[in-house]
């Protein structure tokens, strides 16, 4: 994707749960890098983040 690709393409997504997060020093090989543990809390963080209170 060109630059600023991801953002436009999870702007587009349907789904109201959604979240983008840029990981300094990772690259598409996520879950095998030095800092593989940063993915493992972001995954984390947004499947147990509680529900929102109000959906407007």
Request: no cysteine.
């Amino acid at each position: 994707m060109r630059s600023g690709g991801q953002a436009k393409a999870v702007r587009r997504s349907r789904n109201a749960d959604k979240q983008f997060t840029v990981m300094a020093g990772i690259s598409h090989a996520s879950f095998q890098q030095k800092n593989y543990r940063m993915v493992y809390h972001i995954l984390h963080s947004f499947y147990t983040q509680p529900e929102p209170l109000y959906r407007g």
